[in-house]
């Protein structure tokens, strides 16, 4: 990206586009067209949230816009939970609760502001998921503190999982999958989409590659991390904090 770390959109600005941009990101089926089989991904990150969490009290959606992701994962549980929506824009907030409140009987909770930084409760989740929201962070200290903060906030058994904008550690695999990228842009909305999906990519966002994040993962604490779908720039991924949490068992199951 032309763009230097230190000349990137503040949070305060990144907050107000998404401000403008609440029921674009309210549709689960159009919301995300500048992201690659990005209906895909939501349904591997939530379905293997239940997998991998098979008892689910309390979750908490970090970048949650319109609440998209932690409405598929209520549904891919099938049952109700408590969920904390966390985002930097307070309408996305607002409309994620709203939504989300039509899906659960369980407790739905807004906490706005860099969840680096909002208080949460230490151990107090058992899926944390964080939907193109990483690539906002910019340098290794802050991806570090992200992570270390993410994994505090996990109960131990729980999950977190990922999907997102990723850049490649090849500078010619980079080059390439970037091509490719625009290409699809294009195809989607025409020449210029894709010069202004790439502006705003160039001046929000500094991805880091998926092997530098699941590294990352396994250095602040995660003992099981995996990937679950990378197509081009786009990659879904996760991992589980200690051992992970035992299946309920059924009436009449033997010990």
């Known amino acids: 990206m032309p763009t230097p770390l230190h000349q990137k959109s503040t ?46 009290t309390r979750t908490l959606d970090i970048g949650c816009g319109a609440g998209n992701n932690t409405i598929k994962l209520l549904r891919s549980y099938a049952g109700t939970f408590d969920c904390d929506l966390n985002d930097l824009s307070m309408p996305m907030l607002l409309r994620a609760r709203q939504r989300v409140s039509q899906e659960t009987e369980g407790r739905v909770t807004i906490l706005q502001g860099d969840f680096r930084t909002v208080r949460f409760a230490d151990d107090g989740y058992d ?55 625009g ?41 099981s991390v995996d990937l679950l779908h990378k197509n081009s720039c786009f990659a879904a991924f996760g991992g589980i904090k200690g051992a992970p949490l035992a299946s309920p068992r059924r009436s009449g199951e033997p010990a």
């Not at 880091?208 to 994040?213: A, G, H, L």
């Open 11 to 56: 949070l305060s600005e990144i907050e107000r586009r998404f401000d403008r941009d609440v029921e674009r990101f309210a549709n689960m089926e159009t919301g995300q067209v500048a992201t690659i089989d990005a209906p895909l991904a939501m349904e591997l990150i939530t379905a293997a949230a239940v997998a991998a969490t098979p008892v689910i």
């Open 127 to 181: 899926v944390i998921l964080a939907a193109a929201v990483l690539h906002h962070l910019r340098d290794e200290r802050d991806w570090a503190e992200a992570f270390s903060t993410i994994f505090r906030l996990l109960r131990p058994g729980g999950s977190f999982w990922v999907t997102d904008l990723v850049s490649h550690e090849i500078d010619h695999v980079q080059r390439l999958m970037w091509r490719r990228y």
């Open 183 to 223: 290409d699809y842009l294009e195809a989607a909305g025409g020449r210029d989409y894709r010069e202004k999906v790439v502006a705003y990519i160039d001046k929000e966002d500094s991805p880091r590659p998926v092997t530098f994040q699941l590294d990352l993962m396994r250095q602040v604490g995660f003992n």
